[in-house]
């Protein structure tokens, strides 16, 4: 697999920094921004596999950030990243559309993984997409 571009959503900058660097040793382009305004600026701008998004943060929180990430850019997946979680936000953020929730800090080693899978479910998603059917006109 190429290597997955990860757009890092989180106003903890110390916290994500670190995150990102131990993401780009593990062979992930990593991007990182401080809200949801400029996470979806950067969407706009290019295309990322995989936006790690943080539920809490000020001014535009990491729900509503998701839903307007979904509504523009359905191909991306987000994972929801936060250190406060109850079960109804999880079920609201799966039904929004994201791929999955992760607790952090977490595991290193299991966050990557639900990265590349979600890297993956997008490829995949895009192979469906410009499939034979989707050539013809």
């Known amino acids: 697999m190429t290597r997955v571009s990860v757009l890092i959503v989180d106003d903890e900058v110390g916290f994500a920094t670190a995150l990102s660097k131990r993401l ?73 559309g994201a791929y999955d929730y992760v607790m952090k800090p977490g595991s290193l080693d299991e966050l990557v993984g639900k990265i590349r899978e979600a890297a993956q479910k997008r490829q995949r998603n895009l192979a469906q997409d410009s499939g034979p059917e989707a050539t013809t006109g």
Do not use: W, Y
């Open 24 to 96: 780009n040793k593990r062979g992930m382009d990593t991007r990182l921004v401080t809200s949801g305004r400029d996470a979806l600026t950067v969407l706009a701008e290019e295309e990322v596999d995989v936006t790690l998004l943080d539920v809490m943060m000020p001014g535009m929180d990491g729900i509503k950030t998701l839903g307007e990430i979904k509504r523009l850019h359905p191909d991306t997946q987000v994972l929801m990243f936060t250190a406060h979680s109850n079960s109804d936000m999880v079920i609201s953020c799966l039904a929004m």
